[in-house]
């Protein structure tokens, strides 16, 4: 009886303080199974369908991977009376704070080559579940690709087939194996594509693509 009621006023601490301090449920650290492809899908399809920059700006802008990492940094140097940053500003938001500084890394990393708009962009691995995230908008077809980086090996094919269930098709090269997952709909096919480490399971890669349909 002892025992259930410290862990009743364990869990009213908790609720309280995250009552009081709303940030705190906000900035519990990001981890790769917060990522979930299919989530990607509607701004893929969205992108598909609009010029090069603006395609990826919708694409990374609406990136909960990026948002978090970019997140992370404003939290971290955003103080009031910081000259770089100042969170006393009026207007400022965490939220605004991160969509600026996303069109900023578009804006300056935004390179075409091979009629394909691309922007790459790496990130702090040691901070940080993903280490590079990449978005593509090809100039002639109207498709779009999401690409991310894993930072360590922690996360393994045996929790992706728990998230994700049996992938519909897998394939074996010489240094990775590939686990595929598919979404098909009247509009758009999208798939998304796992490379992972033979050796020990560790996903170490996911590309994600969606192609639109024409219809007749």
Not at 36 to 44: G, I, M, N, Q, S
Not at 81 to 96: A, E, I, L, M, Q
Request: hydrophobic content about 40%; glycine content about 4%.
């Amino acid at each position: 009886m002892r025992m259930k009621r410290a862990n009743l006023l364990l869990t009213l601490s908790f609720l309280l303080f995250v009552c009081n301090n709303p940030s705190a449920a906000a900035q519990v650290p990001f981890s790769v199974d917060d990522f979930d492809w299919r989530e990607t899908v509607p701004y893929l399809f969205a992108a598909a369908t609009m010029p090069g920059e603006e395609a990826i700006k919708t694409m990374l802008e609406n990136s909960k991977v990026l948002r978090s990492y970019v997140a992370q940094e404003v939290r971290m140097e955003c103080k009031p009376g910081n000259d770089r940053c100042d969170s006393s500003r009026d207007g400022f938001t965490v939220n605004g704070e991160v969509t600026k500084r996303i069109d900023g890394i578009v804006r300056e990393g935004i390179v075409h080559r091979h009629k394909t708009a691309v922007v790459d962009y790496v990130m702090d691995g040691k901070s940080f579940p993903f280490s590079e995230i990449a978005a593509v908008r090809s100039d002639n077809r109207q498709d779009a690709y999401f690409i991310l980086q894993l930072s360590d090996r922690f996360y393994t094919a045996a929790q992706l087939q728990a998230k994700y269930g049996v992938p519909y098709d897998t394939n074996i090269f010489q240094w990775y194996s590939v686990y595929k997952y598919k979404l098909d709909s009247a509009d758009y096919t999208s798939k998304a594509v796992f490379e992972i480490d033979p050796t020990d399971g560790a996903v170490l890669k996911v590309a994600v693509s969606l192609k639109t349909k024409k219809h007749h």
